[in-house]
């Protein structure tokens, strides 16, 4: 499925996790022995439902209708005077995503929020704190994600006078490691790095709290059917 904006995303979060069983990474238990098999090998049969249902997922995506509106903004309403990106950001033990959104005023007072980019990953090993998967961890890696990802967005987006980005998670951990200067307990080498990349490319000010309820990354972290993805916000 062709999707580089990453509109399917946590419709296609259930072929990812499959994909994470059948091939795992470096370093990864390999429990079915997947890599011992040669490349015309079928997989093994504990995969046949999962199999099915990732194929099924693709076939979904593909035959739906599942699009957005291509313009940023409605040219009826005029020019835009204010231009700025709501970005979003959560996690759980299954996957890390992240979405960005462009809100623009017009010259009439409209307000128009359009989808500019949608991003879902399987977490690493190296999320993990002796073995247990580590919640806050993922959060503080999504929130990374999404800071690098707008990097990108701004510079490609070229918006002139865009106003700074506002990001949003639903961690308090997370918002406690980026906003706190002197942290009581010191972050651990892994999470200080990603803190430190964090606050480079970001203003810690730029950071909000935002209930998961109300969080649209949420939709990205769990697999969803593409009717669900349709009624997502």
Same mark, same amino acid.
């Given at each position: 499925?062709?999707?580089?904006?990453?509109?399917?995303?946590?419709?296609?979060?259930?072929?990812?996790?499959?994909?994470?069983?059948?091939? $795992?990474?470096?370093?990864?238990?390999?429990?079915?022995?997947?890599?011992?098999?040669?490349?015309?090998?079928?997989?093994?049969? +504990?995969?046949?439902?999962?199999?099915? *249902?990732?194929?099924?997922?693709? #076939?979904?995506?593909?035959?739906?209708?599942? *699009?957005?509106?291509?313009?940023?903004?409605?040219?009826?309403? %005029?020019?835009?005077?204010?231009?700025?990106?709501?970005?979003?950001?959560?996690?759980?033990?299954?996957?890390?995503?992240?979405?960005? /959104?462009?809100?623009?005023?017009?010259?009439?007072?409209?307000?128009?929020?359009?989808?500019?980019?949608?991003?879902?990953? +399987?977490?690493?090993?190296?999320?993990?704190? #002796? %073995?247990?998967?580590?919640?806050?961890?993922?959060?503080?890696?999504?929130?990374?994600?999404?800071?690098?990802?707008?990097?990108?967005?701004?510079?490609?987006?070229?918006?002139?006078?865009?106003?700074?980005?506002?990001?949003?998670?639903?961690?308090?951990?997370?918002?406690?490691?980026?906003?706190?200067?002197? $942290?009581?307990?010191?972050?651990?080498? /892994?999470?200080?790095?990603?803190?430190?990349?964090?606050? *480079?490319?970001?203003?810690?000010?730029?950071?909000?709290?935002?209930?998961t309820a109300h969080n649209p990354a949420d939709f990205g972290t769990? $697999?969803?059917?593409?009717?669900?993805? #349709?009624?997502?916000?």
């Open positions: 499925v062709f999707d580089p904006l990453g509109i399917a995303d946590p419709a296609k979060l259930v072929c990812r996790l499959l994909m994470r069983e059948i091939i $795992p990474r470096q370093g990864e238990d390999d429990p079915h022995g997947v890599r011992a098999l040669g490349y015309w090998k079928t997989i093994p049969d +504990v995969f046949d439902q999962q199999w099915n *249902k990732m194929v099924n997922t693709c #076939k979904e995506i593909a035959d739906s209708d599942l *699009k957005i509106t291509r313009p940023l903004y409605p040219r009826a309403h %005029g020019m835009p005077i204010q231009q700025q990106l709501p970005a979003f950001a959560d996690a759980s033990d299954l996957a890390l995503a992240h979405v960005s /959104y462009l809100r623009t005023v017009t010259e009439d007072g409209s307000i128009h929020v359009a989808f500019i980019n949608g991003n879902t990953k +399987v977490p690493q090993k190296d999320m993990s704190i #002796k %073995g247990q998967i580590s919640i806050p961890r993922l959060e503080l890696n999504a929130a990374r994600n999404l800071a690098q990802d707008i990097l990108q967005i701004e510079h490609e987006l070229d918006i002139p006078n865009l106003q700074p980005t506002v990001f949003y998670t639903d961690s308090l951990d997370t918002l406690a490691w980026i906003q706190n200067d002197s $942290p009581k307990d010191t972050p651990k080498r /892994y999470e200080m790095s990603r803190i430190t990349y964090i606050r *480079k490319v970001s203003n810690p000010n730029q950071w909000h709290y935002i209930p769990r $697999p969803i059917s593409v009717k669900e993805l #349709k009624a997502s916000p």
